[in-house]
């Protein structure tokens, strides 16, 4: 008896030690749950592309700017930007709202006149009286902050944009500065070279006969437009009283309005006349509606002033420059094969 007893408790241990293992076991398993891996967070590589610009060999150097270079990732974001309608504080209206492809780059509307973008990489002196001056990273600098006075929080949180300016310029923080750079390195790839023009200057096509009569007009006394319209840029950036008035106020001082200097008074910035059939109206003020009505300004509509360029009263300019209206069909033939089709159907320009 004494001994069966003993084999049964030995056992009945023997069960319960195994049975409080199983139960340790299971009660480990259960509090040391297996955790399934971390997503993986995607990575951006900040790893620029360098961009060289491609324009014709006889165009005068672009000058670039040593702390934005020029990268594929953010001209990228300098045209999405430059179509972003959250550049405004209400997010209605983009640079592209008044600035059409294709119009080359500007918009046909009355009073002030909207100076077209084009081949801006080349100047050093912005908006018709000059108020902002230095580099493209100025003039963008000043759109964002002062023209647009742009809400930078709605760029911040947006779910593309901090990842753009990343891969753009290693920082995901927006800034004006960031955004003017962006911009100024889009601006500078907006290049118009494919004109007749460009074609037929190198010899890759033969111009017509009011082609050639128009240029000759154009770059001798004759005409004289070349002094203020040099080729290839076809505008010397500089600043001219072309004797559109002669009495100023607000509304035509021009320069004056920035330099205070008398002197300035009726001095508006040379346009480029790339294009310059796509972007009328003309002048500063869009009071010619045609290059006919520009044309005839020139040739006898010109008023004196004591402010009036010395170019425009030599070889007595102010008693008209006589051109007959073969001259002026001519010189228009020659001011239409500035015309760049290329430039305003460019996809790498439009809205991406």
Known sequence: MCLRSNNIYAQMLVLIVVSQTLILIASCKKSSPIEPPDSPQEVIDYNPVMVELDYPSWFPEMPLSDDNPLTEQGIALGRKLYHEPLLHPQASMSCSSCHYQEQSFTINTSGT???????????????????VEGRLEDIMLFEVAEFFGTDLSKLKNHPNYPDLFYEAFGDRSITNESCAKALAQFFRTMISDNSRFDRYYPGKIQPTLAEVRGEYIFNSERGDCFHCHPQPLFTDNQFHNIGLDSVFDASNEGRFAVTNNNSDRGLFKTPTLRNVALTAPYMHDGRFKTLEEVIDHYDHGVHSSSTLDPMMTKSGKLKG???????????????LSLTDSSYTTDSNLSKP
Not at 113 to 131: D, E, Q
Not at 321 to 335: G, H, Y
């Open 113 to 131: 006149a909207v100076l077209p973008h084009i081949n801006l990489g080349w100047s050093s002196s912005f908006l018709w009286n000059g108020k």
């Open 321 to 335: 420059l006589n051109l007959s209206q073969e001259d002026k069909a001519n010189l228009l033939a020659f001011l």
